[in-house]
């Protein structure tokens, strides 16, 4: 029997009605995708001290156990989800849509999920946020973008992190930069560090330009 | 090992159209999966075989046909093959274009019994 049944199609559905509760509450949803030990709940941690007390905030972290993350999140005053995957390696939108259920989407403000830490997996499934950021650190190779095109090929910001450690490197940024701009063009690149603030001023403003996008 | 997660959404559109159907048990699944598509056809396969066990799906035949995937440059105007990302346009050897097809990954059709 002739079936054309698409293999994402309820994980489509349901990420268009988590879009439609972040719309509703003119929510931004940015969904944070790296390799592990990029630095992302660090950033995050210090994104968020930035942001508190200006902006509603809260964060929906993936892992596939503990819930450390969180708890750090917590820690900066921010209220936290943490969502354990288990055996699975990525957030999908019916986990986004449960932690609405415990923790509703700040409103007029921003929530960030952290997804699980992998290059691979997270890329392939929608979870309803306006933007995905990539985060790649300099202690990388810069080939990741060539190694990992799914990922980047949907990325709306990279954002390269751990860059006050770029004279003790022998990371090529430049070459970063070309693998980036083959993949995906279109993404906006900004370098920061999260231990130093470098750069820190640009992210906000990205954040503050995609917020008033979705306004 | 996104797989899993694919595998275990062509178990459930299987299993509820034989259901739907009356029939006991399903024998051959086709699938098209694009050239670009974020799967792995023999993972997928493989985990197929794994979360079908106890389901009227169990011991199905996995059928796999592979898409090219087709691009609109945006320089050139035209509609272009692409066989990786970081593929430039043949004509004008600019990566400036968007995907058209080849990132689908669709149950085309059943067999059941």
Known sequence: MQVEQDLLAKNDRIAAVNRARLDATHTLAVNLMSSPGSGKTTLLCRTLELLKGQTPLAVV?????TSFDADRIRATGVPAHQVNTGAVCHLDASMLLGSFELQAPPEGGILFIENVGNLVCPA??????????VVVSVTEGEDKPLKYPYMFAKADLVLVNKVDLLPHLDFDLERLMGYLAQ?????TVLKVSARSGEGMESWLAWLGEARSAIA | MHELSLAQSIVEIATSHARAEGSGRVTKVFLKIGALAH????????????????TLAEGAEVIIERGAAKAFCVPCGLTIEVATHADVCPHCGVHQWMLTEGDEMRVTELEVE
Request: aromatic residues 8%.
């Open chain 1, 183 to 187: 993949i995906r063009p279109e993404a």
């Open chain 1, 124 to 133: 392939g499934f929608d979870l309803g946020e306006h933007k995905k950021v």
């Open chain 2, 39 to 54: 799967v792995d056809p023999g993972a997928l396969t493989f985990a197929f075989d794994a979360v079908s066990a106890g």
């Open chain 1, 61 to 65: 972290e993936g892992d596939q156990q």
